[in-house]
């Protein structure tokens, strides 16, 4: 086979020297820079490939068999391979591959099972405790249009307390129960949620955007068993293009592929389907098991190192990719300890804690997920050196020389575990 017409870098270099020297210094950066970031990873090579390929320029509105335009036989072979992937790396009855983002994964389930302005109510969690801009924020479409109900985390344990859930689904008796989050640490119990869903009649909607990754390699309890409808996002944990994918129960098929074409989006992007195939093939490797071991030992790792540099591990610890740390403890905020971080190469963000007293432009917490370092094969020893620079980072955080060899640490980790090493 030929690469022709895949990721020509010569041909792009020559033609807009501006957008590729953007793109090569991209590159440097992420080679110098740790990526702690919980929602972020490395695509493979061969994944970047697919996406870099000339199915960009193929039309494809439909679906594989019954499409709007000829000429898609061989998009037809790549969908239905990430289909027929997805379907067998979750267990899934239908999946639909065609979402551009998570985003819109989520838009394909509201137009799947909610009128708009109606009396439908969704149960999902407060955005404040882990939940996401789709799960009902009044500035998305999903808080506008559609009428979400929020639960909390216990105050104490900062961690669902499955029995309030239940009462409060029971006052409110919601369509739709959604479990799934961005910033919630813990093992999250499907089958309490199923049976919450059960007890009131609702549908169960579990946004597996974050972790997704992980229940395909085994290190996390699995949703697609105990949902109706599972909406992920295909560049997080899982490694893949950035885009979304859509898993339900044969039931709902029909809904979930017309909410997705022709309500919310017109022709699919097939070459980032290629992509998807190629991700959800990787997937299924034994590799790939031991990656989403070694991503959720080596968080563990690093909570437990950022406890002892006297960093507050909201809920105590985490059993998943990422942890949610309350920084005040050692003297500043989420804002800062961004910043800090920044400075001495690592890439965290700053995030809000449950019942965060502080705004959300300067919460009290930062968040810190471990997807990135376990693909250069970073694990636990590795772990235990990041925290030790966090730790020595935020607290001189005034003293340059002390941050310069922080920096001169990170630079060490980062040329031992090369990023895209050519
Ligand atoms: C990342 C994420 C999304 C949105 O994904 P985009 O691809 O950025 O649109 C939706 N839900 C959850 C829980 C997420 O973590």
New binding site residues.
């Given amino acids: 086979m030929t690469n022709d017409f895949v990721a020509d870098w010569d041909a792009l270099a020559e033609t807009d020297p501006d957008v590729a020297g953007a793109i090569a210094n991209e590159v440097n950066r992420e080679r110098s820079t740790l990526r702690l970031i919980a ?1 972020e990873n490395y695509a493979s090579p061969a994944v970047l490939a697919a996406q870099a390929s000339t199915m960009n320029n193929k039309y494809a509105e439909g679906y594989p068999g019954r499409r709007y335009y000829g000429g898609c036989e061989f998009v037809d072979v790549v969908e239905t391979l990430a289909i027929e992937r997805a379907k067998r790396l979750f267990g899934a009855d239908h999946a639909n591959v065609q979402p551009h ?6 838009m394909a389930v509201f137009g799947a099972f909610l009128e708009p302005r109606s009396d439908d109510k969704v149960l999902g969690l407060v955005l404040a405790h882990g ?5 009902g924020s009044p500035v998305n479409v999903s808080g506008k249009w559609f009428n979400f109900v929020g639960y909390e985390v216990d105050r104490e344990t900062e961690q669902l307390d499955y029995d309030r859930i239940r009462d409060l689904a029971k006052q409110q008796r919601p369509k739709i129960v959604l479990a ?3 910033a919630y640490p813990r093992v999250i119990d499907w089958v309490a949620f199923r049976s919450i869903a059960d007890d009131v009649g609702a549908l169960l909607w579990v ?4 972790f997704i990754g992980l229940c395909a390699g085994g290190a996390y309890p699995s949703p697609v068993p105990f949902a109706d409808v599972v ?1 992920f ?1 295909t ?2 944990t899982l490694r893949g293009p ?3 994918i859509v898993l339900c129960r044969e039931e709902h098929a029909k809904a979930i592929d017309k909410a997705v074409f022709p309500m919310m989006q017109g022709g699919p992007l097939e070459h980032v389907i290629a992509a998807k195939a190629v991700c959800l093939q990787e997937a299924m490797s034994p590799d790939f098991a031991e990656y989403a071991a070694r991503v959720v030992r080596s968080a563990r790792s690093l909570a437990q190192g950022l406890a002892d540099e006297g960093i507050r591990v909201v809920s105590g610890g985490t059993d998943s990719h990422l942890a949610l740390c309350d920084v005040r403890p050692v003297g500043l905020g989420g804002k800062e300890a961004e910043a800090v971080c920044d400075e001495v190469g690592i890439a965290i963000n700053k995030n809000g804690i449950p019942f965060d007293p502080m705004p959300p432009l300067d919460p009290s917490g930062i968040r810190v997920g471990t997807p990135g370092p376990a693909t250069l094969g970073m694990d636990e020893p590795e772990m235990k050196e990041v925290a030790s620079i966090i730790g020595e980072a935020l607290r001189n955080r005034t003293d340059g020389r002390v941050k310069e060899q922080c920096r001169a640490r990170v630079g060490e980790l980062m040329n031992r575990f090369p990023v895209y090493p050519g």
């Avoid at 983002?101 to 989520?106: E, F, I, L, V």
């Avoid at 939940?131 to 799960?135: E, K, N, S, Y």
């Avoid at 946004?207 to 974050?210: F, G, T």
């Fill in positions: 929602s983002a998570g985003a819109q994964a989520n939940g996401h801009l789709t799960h799934g989050f961005t946004d597996a955007s974050h909406t996002t560049h997080k950035r885009g979304a």
